[in-house]
Nanobody, 119 residues
Framework: QVQLGESGGGLVQAGDSLRLSCAAS????????MAWFRQTPGKKRLFVGSITWSGGLTQYADSVKGRFTISRDNAKNTGYLQMNSLSPEDTAVYYCAARMELGDAYDYWGQGTQVTVSS
């Protein structure tokens, strides 16, 4: 089992930056990758990006490429989502998630953190 907890959300203005954190506990040594998703009311939860826990390989949704950066600190068992040049379209609840094997579904989820970007 892995427990995840996000922090760092808040209200910012368009063009600002924000960094979200995802603290992991439990069987973190078994984590294959961590991902970030976001969701707005009435919409599906969308993939933002991911990072492999050991190799640090990243993937991003086209909508955030060049603006968002995912990183991790293995010593702290924490993942990060650095968001730059934020726009109102980035307003959402952001979730981190983890999976244990390549090809697995993301079975472990945090509670989410709200990011609101005002124009």
């Amino acid at each position: 089992q892995v427990q995840l907890g996000e922090s760092g959300g808040g209200l910012v203005q368009a063009g600002d930056s924000l960094r979200l954190s995802c603290a992991a506990s439990g069987r973190t040594f078994s984590v294959y990758s961590m991902a970030w998703f976001r969701q707005t009311p009435g919409k599906k939860r969308l993939f933002v990006g991911s990072i492999t826990w050991s190799g640090g390989l990243t993937q991003y949704a086209d909508s955030v490429k060049g603006r968002f950066t995912i990183s991790r600190d293995n010593a702290k068992n924490t993942g990060y989502l650095q968001m730059n040049s934020l726009s109102p379209e980035d307003t959402a609840v952001y979730y981190c998630a983890a999976r244990m094997e390549l090809g697995d579904a993301y079975d472990y989820w945090g509670q989410g953190t709200q990011v609101t970007v005002s124009s």
